[in-house]
């Protein structure tokens, strides 16, 4: 009998302490809207370019290589041919917005203000009340 009063009482206590998402929103935020972050991703592809060229002049055949850019500089004869190429690329960006949003929060009536004012005083006091019953119902030695 001691352990269903004493779980009746638990049970009592833990559940008068729950909100609902609405009743958190009505009684605690006070603003009309609430920042809240957005992730953006951005893709940007950056197309090949290709470009060949010709002039004279008397020098090597040799290739230049630097990260995505390759020139092929070749001499044939008293021509020399330059081809360039920059090899395609994509590129990655994340944002972090900031975005307000708003809140549809309803003016509470009279009485239900007086409802969430009553019903907290009621949780202390049944809260008390728990604690006083089960400082009666438990056994203590006669000294």
Not at 85 to 100: N, P, S
């Amino acid at each position: 009998m001691k352990k269903l009063i004493t779980i009746l009482c638990i049970t009592s206590l833990l559940s008068s302490c729950l909100y609902t998402k609405e009743t958190a929103i009505k009684k605690f935020c006070k603003a009309d809207s609430i920042p809240y972050s957005i992730i953006v991703h951005d893709t940007f592809v950056v197309q090949s370019i290709k470009v060949d060229t010709m002039f004279n002049a008397s020098l090597d055949t040799f290739t230049i290589i630097k990260d995505r850019l390759v020139i092929h500089y070749k001499k044939v004869g008293e021509k020399i041919f330059i081809q360039g190429e920059c090899k395609a690329d994509t590129i990655y960006k994340t944002k972090l917005i900031q975005v307000q949003i708003p809140i549809i929060k309803p003016k509470l009536a009279w009485w239900e203000i007086a409802y969430l004012n009553i019903r907290n005083w009621l949780a202390v006091i049944g809260f008390i009340g728990i604690c006083i019953g089960i400082y009666i119902i438990t056994p203590r030695k006669n000294t």
